[in-house]
């Protein structure tokens, strides 16, 4: 049995949010803090907070997130004001913007990129390369 | 593990359904619908028809309740709407108003 916690906004209540591997949601999901998903979720996500699609979890939906992490599966478009991670074996399919994004080896994204950042040297820019490395600015 | 939590800043409009336990401490309005235990804690607001297992509320529901098992209302507890449920209990201090079906 889940224990009663107290409703206050404390980290830890928030930390807790998450759509277990058994559950589905339909419609519009909005609100502060974290949210982590293992099963099913159609819709729209709107969140102050960041959002962890697990591995084996689907989601279909348009993506408003501090931030983003994928393992699993996501279709739909995907605004991010930090940082976007796309995790091995994950599959994305929309336009990903973020701050800085990053597509592990053996993660799949089909669609475009839209980040800011600058080339390295070697490519033309003027750039400071190192960091740089891991953002793909190319269009699949 | 506690399945399927809807944090305390969590708002979901729409439909719910789950195979799973799930602990409410945000805000859904439209649906829900579990096989098994629901919690809605104080703070959480449910704006829906509930169909579940055992089921606990200690926050606010405005729906209709369908529960294969009991129901209790706990303290602090406001729920408007019909409950259907083989058991019920209502704490001192929980609102009620509704009516209840216990399928005699």
């Known amino acids: ?140 | 593990m506690a399945s399927t939590v809807i944090g305390a800043g969590i708002t979901i409009e729409g439909e719910v359904s789950s195979d799973e336990e799930v602990v409410v401490q945000g805000t859904i309005r439209g649906k829900l619908e579990a096989r098994e235990a629901v919690t809605i804690e104080a703070g959480g607001t449910v704006e829906a028809d509930i169909t579940a297992g055992p089921l606990s509320v200690a926050g606010n529901v405005t729906g209709n309740i369908t529960s294969s098992d009991r129901v209790d209302l706990q303290a602090g507890a406001r729920v408007v709407g019909n409950v259907k449920a083989t058991r019920i209990t209502i704490a001192d201090g929980a609102q009620f108003k509704g009516n209840v079906d216990m399928d005699v």
């Open chain 1, 1 to 140: 049995m889940a224990q009663p916690r107290s409703s206050s906004s404390s980290a830890a209540a928030h930390a807790a949010a998450a759509i277990g591997p058994g559950s589905r949601v339909r419609g519009r999901v909005t609100g502060d803090g974290d949210l982590t998903v293992h099963g099913r979720l159609e819709g729209e996500v709107q969140l102050r907070g960041s959002l962890f699609i697990d591995e084996g979890a689907h989601v279909e939906a348009n993506v408003d997130a501090d931030a983003l992490r994928v393992g699993g599966t996501l279709e739909g478009n995907v605004s991010v004001a930090g940082d976007v991670t796309i995790l091995s074996g994950a599959r994305v399919r929309g336009d990903v913007r973020g701050a800085s994004i990053a597509l592990h080896e053996g993660g799949e994204l089909d669609g475009r990129l839209d980040s800011e950042f600058t080339l390295p040297r070697e490519l033309g820019g003027g750039g400071e390369g190192g960091d740089d490395n891991h953002k793909k600015p190319a269009r699949r």
